[in-house]
């Protein structure tokens, strides 16, 4: 049986998760893979403190990652620093002495993955990340294998646990964003800085990944449309649940007019959807191929041990390889360069929307709005426009359009906000009724 040693970067939450699933399912993992497993050496920073049920001292620990990638015995290179660098520089390093590389790193990819896969193709080295995305979810597999004979026609989904659990907790109690935010961090599901969550970046980076493999173009970070959940408020939650649909930030692409569509951003979604079912930190996305038709992956989208699962995915698969002469394949990595398919601008996507516009209380209000609305080629499908609580109050008026583009959408709402009649600016929430 082949020996295959592993050197580990960052012994945080999912490193920690990775040393546990290999000590306790060694057994498991070499009979799959043919091969002995052995944890070579472990870089972390920090060498004192405790790491909850492992034993530092009988781990290689070393306080150096130069030991790790200078190691000419080591085949497989787990990081799981995270961050832009040093990750980056290790990684590259790592492949240019000819080891194979997992991440989990989706910031680096989203961000440096053209270098890094031309990198791996030149160094003919395997650069696995199947935990960049929806932690536990065997996704990226599926998409880069499974549905192989498919034509993706689109992939969307709730990707952020952060986000979801306020969302969800918003509808269920009634909460306002500030509330529930608080309660996120204090039980760990938000960090002190939750901005990268709420803004909706992390999304990004795990759309940039999944839609330059699902569409075999690559997508660049900025070109994604990108909106956070900060905007949205009680009332709107409370106003979809009336109109019959749920409020989810999603992570989108999809096939349109021969280009592709990336974005995200805050969507309301049927109630009889799967996906507004989804609460808490679960992660769901749906995929869409042109033979298989409908698929929905389901699950943990972090976490010590689901993300450690994804990592081992990868680190067996390399270690199967390895173990029987098999080269690494880059038909899968999407290459850089001039898209093979145009990317749809945000102006030219389709979509239907809801509106709630703070008016005064007086004859011809929702009159001028819908005439606006309609100069515009938006056309509505219902309103809802409920009484005033307090004498000289602003109300809301509440309306659900049908399909028009974005740009017309942004031009009558900058003509509906000048209005005089109008107290503040208007919310706006794409629907999305697939």
Known sequence: MRDVKIGLLGLGTVGGGVVKILQSHRDILEKRTGARLTLAAIADADLARPRE????????????????????????????IGGLEPARTFVLRAMAAGKHVVTANKALLAHHGAELYEAARQRGVTLAF???????????????????????LSCYGIV????????????????????????AQA?????????????????????????????????????????????VTAPDIAYA??????????????????????RVHPTMIRASSPLAAVSGVFNAVFITGDSVGDLMFYGRGAGQMPTASAVLSDTVEIATRLAHGIPALHF?????????????????????????VMAADRPGVLSQVAGILGQNDISIISVLQKERAVVAEAVPVVMMTHEASERDMRAALAAIDRLDVVASRTTMIRVENA
Do not use: W
């Open 241 to 262: 649940r009336e109109l019959g649909y749920r409020i989810k930030l999603l992570a989108i692409a999809k096939a349109s007019d021969g280009g592709i569509e990336v």
């Open 332 to 356: 899968d990595l999407p290459a850089a360069g001039q898209p093979t398919r145009p990317l749809v601008p945000m102006d030219d996507i389709r979509s239907a929307y809801y509106l709630r």
């Open 160 to 183: 952020n646990g952060t986000c979801n659990y306020i969302l969800s907790k918003m509808t269920d109690a009634g909460e306002d964003f500030s509330a529930v935010l608080k309660e």
């Open 130 to 152: 199947e935990a960049a995305v929806a932690g536990g979810i065997p996704l990226i597999r599926a998409v880069k294998e499974g549905l192989v004979a498919n034509r993706i």
């Open 53 to 80: 049920g492992l034993d530092l001292a009988r781990l290689p620990m070393v306080a150096d990652a130069g030991a790790v990638l200078q190691d000419p015995s080591i085949q497989i290179v787990i990081e799981l």
């Open 187 to 231: 039980h760990g599901y938000a960090e002190a800085d939750p901005t990268f969550d709420i803004e909706g970046m992390d999304s990004a980076h795990k759309l940039q990944i999944l839609a330059s493999l699902a569409f075999r173009t690559y997508v660049e970070l900025k070109d994604i449309y990108t909106e956070g959940i900060t905007r």
